[in-house]
Every structure is written in structure tokens, then in C-alpha cells.
């Protein structure tokens, strides 16, 4: 009777701590360690505003309309408030959306003059920090010159405003139909009246998308009156620009607050409607709000990490959110989206279609870092890409609101496949799949839909020659280097599938083709440099010479381009001339002057460590390239400068565009002490970790611990590397590893070892 009751009591223990565990993780409040405003100032690109994970909107201040530093509309070193506009692009380098702006406003509403030259518009407010909150899911901030507090919180479809207006005036609000961040193309505008809560419209701009399609609902808690503004003003150049405004004003709102929601659908305005009705019904904007903090921390708690510095952990869980941001949903709750034909389609909601794919920036840690943290979101992107394949003809390079837009170079969403497939988690028909990938690395202009001035770019004829002549001229294609060197890792790619479906002929042919790398490389500068039709090497040569998207290179010059062989490490050292030759080169990088020369000087190439720059994506392995070279200490000591040097808790925290969650999850992979250096090679490589503790909580229930023992600042050296109880002699571990769950142990040091 006493053993009975002993296990028992064992058992119930045994219960209530499990229990324990899961209520103390489900009430961590991660939102708390997030920081909106990191990576909106310097370079980073990023926007403050209030969305859920993977939103279709993206309501957000616009600070500013022109300029670089105008990519997501708003800027923290500005002082003033154009509007809150509903869709907005993550930390990248182009612009585009800002779309539907609402102005609160008080008393008279001035439109004129409106300067198409000037960053603020004519019924701007100043504002300030101090009065300005931004959380996730929330935003708030004070309007000096209404003396109105604008508050916003959202759902995947729709937001939701609340507008407090001063009691002794007169409460207005302006809907800028024409308003675009960067002064945008507008092809098409329709600005309806329901009736007196009721508007809604369509708009067609012409950008970076060529036809970005938006329509909206809204719904205000007050009645209006109103006055539509159509007229035309003239550029510098005497292009005429159409103006489309709704000046609203509300009769004496009691207490002074005015509700406003709204919804958007590339579909029509009636997907818009849908979308408004189906998720936010009511006018509670608190329930709204508790909502989107309940979808944040359950995103942010996929990831513990133990650690005693709070700038560490806001850090961190701002990554996190960032890397949540895009791709951003694309189907309606109906279940339709706008395919790449431009046309309405009839999807599934349980199998939604996503837009904002930045696959150059983001094959690199974004995705890897899914398979790990999100399988099945990984998979429902993919289906994604291979749909918009069936309808465009061929997978994106860079997707934007169902549009083709040929940015970048490469065809990395073959990357995204092979990686799914060699972690095991390929939930898609994989010879569609595969078949979709011999279509992007083959010449063939036909049976694609995009506009003839995108199909260069989408198609671009490097293709033809990496496929003919086996590389790629520098006098018939700008970029040929960086091209052909992520062709032949694409090619890699490839060649993993192919021996996937059984296509030996294939598999053959694009594994040969993954060393094209080997062409560029030129032994007498030892750099990888352009080669023309003849042959020849181009001269002059200068590796730190930028000529931005018209040189040999891609954002960046032979120095930080010569390591981009990441599928095959090994190949790359013999290249070199062996281990000793590819150190010494190695060490250069990181020791060269970080002066950069040329015609016009990429602006991406930001966060030097002499020619390393870790502001832009080409550099993101190379780190990690020396532990592939018996110098694991090397690595540590980089990733530990990195972590502690280019990412900071301040709205200046990013050293380069944040380019839809890459910059972020690159700091969340190297911050618990690891990172992929080739997807479709299930290997991680390990770095330096920053805490204490970190762990993962996967997908089956499982967990996968990294602990680090000793662990300091000053303590940045791994000593001894032990997974699940058995000493590893290299400091690499699977994917299969991690997901099995268990414990990766790293015994920190003071001092460089060898393991």
C-alpha cells in the first residue's frame, strides 16, 4: 500500500511540474523583450508599426516619401507624421506599398500646397519619441498638431485605428488615395462612398511591381460628412500627377474618440469587405490588441534563451519578431488571391498563398532557421513558390504582391527545396518541385508572364552562357561573378534532386556545372574575377572597387564575392592551394583596409571588419569558413565581434538593410551558437553562443537545448563540444541531430583551443 501510494505521489509530481513548465512558458510575456523601433534609423530599413505574424497589412506611420531611407516610409531621426499608410516592406533596399493613408486631423484640413518635391505633406504633424509607443501588435503615438493620440493594433487581414480627438474641436480624418512611399506610378485610383460610416476603393500602382493591386474596406465607429478631391498637380517636369483625397469630418464623437477599421485584398474590394467583417466584427480594440500579443508570444516562444543581460534579450526577441514580418499572407478568407497571371484565383485558406519573397536575402538563414523553428510554414511558402511557378511559367528571383519583379540574381528558390528535402521535411510534390528548379536554371524566355522590361532580369541571358560556354562573360552581363558563382551553387542544388527523382543524366550534369565556381577564380591575384568571351581576364583589377549593380559583382566587390562557394568548402581550399594558402587568404579579409574604392560605391556594403561586410548577405557564411580548416577559435572570436559589435538595442541596431528577416535571423542562429553555411547540406556549423542557454522547442514536442558552460564575454572559446553525453572531435552537428531533441553542451574558454 505505501510503495502504491509513493508512486503515485511520484507520478503526480511527476504531472504538476510538467504542468508547471508549460504555464510558466505560455505566461512569459516575450512581447516585452521586443523592440519595434530597432533598425528604424541608420540603414536598417525597418517600420514600427503595428502587424501579426506573417500579416497581409502592415499599418504603420510614414515619417518620410523619398530617398533610400524611405524603403518602409518611416525613418527615426524625422520629426514629423505624413499618415498611417496599410501595407509596408520590411528592411529592404528597394521601395514600394504605402498604400491608403489615413491622416487624423482637427479643424481646417489643408491639402494645399502640396510640393511633390517635399517629404511632408501639407497636413503632416510633428511629433515626438516621447510620446510614442510601438509593441508588437500595437502602436501609438501623439500628434503635436491635432493634439490627437493615434493608436493602431491589427489582425492577419485587418487593422484596427482609435482616435482620440480633443474635445473643443473639430474631428476630421484624410483618406490619401494618391499618397505611395517614393511618389509611385498610380495607374489607377477608385475612391467610393458607401454611405456615411462606409468607404472603400481600388488602386493599381506601377513600381518595383509593375501592377500592384490594392483594395480596402473601411468602417468608422462615427458617422462623416465628406468632400473628394480629385485634381491634378505637375512635377518639375511637367508630368501630371492626380491627386485622389477624402476629407472627412465626424459630428461631435463622444468621448472624442473615433474608431476606424480597416481591410485590404489584392482581389477585389469585396475580398476587402470579407476580410474586414470576418476579423474584427466588433469595435473592441483591446480584444484586438490581447490578440495580436497571444499570436506574438506564441511565435517568440519557440525560442528560450537564458541570459542576464537585458540588451541581449531585447535584441534577440527583436529578431525574432523581424523574422516573422514576411513573407506576408496573400490569401483572403474566402480562400482567393491574385495569382502571377494578375487574375483572381480560387485557393484554400487552410493552404494560404504568401507574398514578399526576398529569396536572395533570405535563403540564407530565414528559411533555414523555419525548418528548424516552423517546418510547416516553410512547406506552405514553397507551395507558394511552386504555384506561382504554375502561373507566371517560372519561380520567382524576388516576389512582390503576386508580381514578378526580376530583382537580384540567382534562382534560390531551389535552394529553399533542396533544404526541405534533405531535412526530411518536404511536404510538396517533389518532381514538381524538381522540375520547377530545371526550368529556372535553363535559357528559355517562353511561356512567362511579366512585363517585357522584367524578363531580362528574370531571364537574364548569364543563364545561356553558364549553360553553353560553362561560365559566364563580364563584357556580355553585368554582375557575371556574383551570377555564376550562385548559379554553380544553385546548380549544387539541383543535383541533390536530381539524384532525389532518379535523373542520373541530370545529376551528373548540374554537379559538374556546381564547379563552374572554379573558372573565376584567378590564381595571380588570387581573387575570383571576370572573365570575358575571349577568355581573358578583365583588367584594370581593383577587389576593393564598387561599381553598384554594373560591375562583375552584386552589392559588392571580389574581396567579399571571391568566398562565395559555400556548397563545396572543400573544393574552394584546393582552389587556394590548400588549408595554409586559404587561412592566410582568409585572415586578409578580415585585416585589409576597409577602404573601398570605385565609380559608384554600393551603399549596402556596410559593417566592414576590414573587407568582410556583414551588412550585406554575400558575407553571411564566412565566418564560419574556418571551421572547415582546423581553426574553430577563429570562428568563435568573429561570430563573438559580430554578435557584440553590429547588432545593438537601439533604433540604429542593424549595420545594413534588414532585408525581410535575413540580418535577424542570421543573429538568432550565430546568437545560440550556430549556422548553416550551405542549405541543402543538413550541417551546422558551430560558432560562439551568446547565452547561457538556449532552447528550441520543436515541432513534435521535442526540445533542443544548447547550453554553454563558463560561458563570458570574456569567455568566447569552446573548449569541448559534447552532444547528447558524447564528445565531438569537429565542431559541426546534423539537422537530423537537432530535431531528434537532446542537449548540445559547449565548455567555454578564455583561450583559443583546439578541439
Known sequence: MKRITYTLFIAFIAIFSACSTKTEQAETDYTAFVDPFIGTDGHGHTFPGAVVPHGMIQPSP????????????????????????????????CADYGDILLMPTVGDQIINPQDLTSQTLPYASTFSHNKETAEPGYYNVWLDRYNVLAEVTATKRAALYKFTYPKDGEAGLILDLDYSIQRQNNRDMILEVVNDTEIRGH?????????????????FSEPFTHTIIEDSLFTETGKPYLRKKALLKFQNPEPGTVF???????VDVEGAKKNLYAEIPEWDFDEIRKNAKAEWNQYLSKIDIETENKDEKKIFYTAMYHTAIAPNLFTDVDGRYLGMNLQAQQGDVKKPMYTIFSLWDTFRALHPLLTIIDPDLNNELIRSLLIKKQEGGIFPMWELAGNYTGTMIGYHAVSLVADAYTKGISDFDLKEAYEACLRSAEYDTTGISCPPAVLPHLMPMSKYYKNTLGYVPCDT????????????????????????????????????????YTHYFDPSVRFMRGKNLKGKWRTPFDPRSSNHRSDDYCEGNAWQWTWFVPHDVEGLVQLMGGEEAFISKLDSLFKAPSELTGELVSADITGLIGQYAHGNEPSHHVTHLYNYVGMPWATQALVDQILREQYRANPDGLTGNEDCGQMSAWYIMNAMGFYQVAPGKPVYSIGRPLFRKSTIHLKDGKTFTIEALNNSPANKYIEKIELNGKVLNTPFFTHQDLVNGGKLVLTMSPTPCSL
Do not use: M, P
Request: charged share 20%; with cysteine.
Open 477 to 516: 552581363e553585368s554582375e557575371a561573378v556574383a551570377k555564376a558563382l550562385e548559379y554553380a551553387y544553385d546548380d549544387y542544388c539541383i543535383s541533390i534532386l536530381a539524384e532525389a527523382v532518379g535523373d542520373s543524366a541530370n545529376a551528373k550534369k548540374y554537379k559538374e556545372l556546381s564547379k563552374a
Open 260 to 266: 476606424a477599421k480597416i481591410a485590404v485584398s489584392a
Open 62 to 93: 510614414d515619417t518620410r516619401i523619398d530617398g533610400w531611407d524611405a524603403c518602409s516610409g518611416y525613418h527615426y531621426s524625422d520629426s514629423t507624421i505624413n499618415g498611417f499608410s496599410q501595407t509596408h516592406v520590411s528592411g529592404t533596399g
Open 203 to 219: 488602386k493599381v500602382t506601377g513600381y518595383w511591381a509593375f501592377d500592384q493591386v490594392i483594395n480596402f474596406h473601411i468602417t
